[in-house]
């Protein structure tokens, strides 16, 4: 009774500008200014009922309170009142699409919502955009109807709930979205007849379906999710971040990708049981690529086997980057070097003497490594295994795991001595008999060696000397009794011997 006696006030203060109002609120808004004794009018109604809205205003805006009592005026009267000198029950625009977003528009006129309104209708205007939230600060109405409009995204839950007295809301025939599950506690306080065709509530039919994809959907992204990971944990681990690569494991599938799906354009080479490709991985690395045809040793074995090369490291050794294994193939990736053997570098390239002996320290370099850090690892020196870098060096690119026999690794050395030594030519005649190319090597050293060597090297006094003591080097080294008494260290100083001005080599 206290506060309809405050308002009363404000209302008769407003009723003293009524007689020369103008026909619009637009245009008093305009021309009208706060008479003299406005503010003492203002404190004295905040005094007597603070609970006025604009009182916990401070510093209070008098200009906007003012437009407040104008637009109040005027919207009391659209509202049809029966006497708003005394009360301003309701709001009431019903059907007046003209004038309806113009009241809603004035904003300081919502702030300052009398505190008298226990009503609101706004219905049936064919309002367009979002729910208009400034109504909402009339926290005292009992009655909101929004209905038979064009209204639409979401509904203010939260600003909502804090309308108490909120008895009577209608929203139906608007646009509005869906609420979310959780928040449909709130629309039990209504009618649901207030919220027909709003687009709040949930369809039932709707719910069904999103709970048959959600049953349907959950189990098929998990399953993809799975698959997914799966894929690229043991297919493609390449596109995992590098902290969680194993980068010395390949997979068939980068293997393939590599080389464009073992492509015949990628191959670069094939022998006895093992076939040989030019790959890029993926981060661009170009790479060699030994596939070989036996996959039926022990898994484990072949695997621990590559765990020791991917440690060797010589600058006459080929790079060891990893390994592949599993039931259908069996590889070993290496730096990718060229395709350049040692075999090809003497038929095509005719080099000279001091050239080939370099190659030769560069081998037995190499095999003292292995010889002395990794005993139990053999190589294959073989001129058609061997490859030259462009730097000129050698690099032993194959590798035999469990070969312990000096002497073999010695023999071996002493047949690359003497084709590294001897005519091309002659070679081939012996193409396949080596104990017969031996033997006749011997038979013409020392004195008609000119005879088997290569002359391409044409070599000088000293330098035919030197060829001569290399060749003997590698007779001894292929005699399979000799070589069984000697070792590696011990064939290493007598090469580096024959030309003392390589030794820093």
Not at 151 to 178: A, K, M, W
Not at 201 to 220: A, D, E, N, W
Not at 303 to 329: D, F, P, T
Not at 458 to 464: A, G, H, V
């Amino acid at each position: 009774m206290a506060s309809i006696l405050i308002t009363c006030l404000l209302l008769m203060f407003i009723a003293y500008f009524e007689p020369t109002l103008p026909a619009t609120v637009i245009e008093d808004l305009a021309n009208l200014h706060p008479p003299s004794n406005f503010n003492t009018t203002i404190v004295s109604n905040c005094l007597k009922n603070p609970s006025l809205r604009y009182c916990g205003s401070s510093p209070m805006d008098l200009d906007a309170i003012f437009k407040f009592t104008i637009v109040a005026s005027h919207l009391c009267n659209e509202s049809k009142n029966p006497n708003c000198v005394e009360s301003f029950p309701k709001i009431n625009l019903r059907n007046r699409p003209k004038i309806t977003p113009l009241y809603l528009s004035f904003t300081f006129f919502w702030k300052y919502c009398p505190i008298t309104i226990l009503s609101i209708d706004l219905s049936n205007n064919s309002l367009k955009g979002t729910f208009p939230i400034d109504v909402l600060f009339c926290t005292q109405i009992h009655v909101l109807d929004l209905s038979h409009n064009g209204l639409s995204g979401d509904v203010p839950i939260q600003r909502l709930s804090c309308v108490t007295n909120l008895t009577i809301l209608n929203l139906s025939y608007n646009h509005f979205s869906e609420i979310k599950i959780s928040d449909s506690w709130f629309f039990r306080r209504f009618n649901s007849s207030c919220f027909f065709n709003s687009g709040i509530l949930p369809s039932h039919g709707r719910y069904k379906i999103k709970t048959v994809m959600l049953l349907l959907g959950f189990p098929l992204v998990v399953v993809f999710t799975v698959g997914g990971l799966w894929w690229l944990c043991f297919r493609r681990p390449d596109f995992l971040p590098r902290v969680l690569q194993n980068k010395r494991k390949f997979t068939t599938v980068m293997l393939k990708a590599a080389t464009n799906g073992f492509s015949k354009k990628n191959m670069v080479g094939k022998g006895d049981g093992f076939v040989m490709y030019r790959g890029i991985l993926r981060d661009g690395t170009q790479v060699r690529i030994e596939i070989y045809s036996n996959n039926r040793g022990n898994h484990r074995e072949y695997v621990e086997e590559c765990k020791v090369l991917v440690q060797l490291r010589h600058r006459n050794l080929v790079k060891v980057y990893g390994w592949c294994s599993n039931r259908n193939i069996r590889a070993l990736v290496t730096e990718w070097i060229g395709r350049v053997s040692i075999e090809t570098w003497l038929s095509e390239s005719a080099p000279c003497w001091e050239h080939r002996y370099k190659v030769l320290v560069g081998v037995l370099k190499a095999m003292c490594y292995l010889q002395e850090q990794w005993p139990e690892i053999g190589c294959d020196i073989k001129t058609s295994s061997l490859l030259l870098h462009e730097n000129g060096d050698p690099l032993i690119a194959r590798f035999r795991i469990g070969e312990n026999s000096t002497s073999n690794k010695i023999h071996r050395f002493g047949i690359l001595v003497l084709e590294m030594m001897t005519d091309q030519t002659l070679q081939e005649e012996f193409k396949g008999d080596e104990t017969g190319f031996v033997e006749y090597v011997k038979m013409l050293y020392p004195r008609k060696l000119q005879k088997v060597i290569d002359e391409r090297m044409k070599l000088t006094e000293n330098t035919f000397d030197e060829t001569r003591q290399t060749i003997c080097i590698g007779l001894t080294c292929a005699d399979h009794q000799t070589c069984q008494q000697l070792s590696i260290g011990q064939i290493y100083n007598m090469i580096i011997k024959v030309h003392p001005r390589t030794n820093t080599y």
